[in-house]
């Protein structure tokens, strides 16, 4: 069973920053697609950075230049450091790690609230 332990969450000011961090556990980091994403009240659950077991990133245009999606093998850790961050950035982001080749999987961690607001 995929375990998840999401920290550095909580209320920051606009153009403050946050480095939240997923400790993963019951599962290999090996072939795998390790990601945050988020979902605003009212709003669809969205992308915001992944990051591929052989270091691959990918970020949503509004995370680009602004945040920075890093993976640790060895702790097993995924953590996403935000910068300069806006109002819009408020919402409960959650860590995922899925598995695309046999056996795939898909797991998400409980959720963690980050809001900017002065």
Known sequence: QVQFVESGGGLV???GSLRLSC???GT???ATIMGWYRQAPGKQREMVATVTSGGTTNYANSAQGRFT???NNA????DLQMDSLKPE???IYYCNIRRVV???MSAWGQ???VTVSS
């Open 111 to 113: 959720g963690i609230q």
């Open 69 to 71: 999606i890093s993976a």
């Open 28 to 30: 290999a980091f090996s």
């Open 75 to 78: 702790k097993r850790t995924v």
């Open 89 to 91: 950035d408020t919402a």
């Open 13 to 15: 000011q606009p153009g």
């Open 23 to 25: 400790a993963i556990s």
């Open 102 to 104: 046999t056996p795939t």
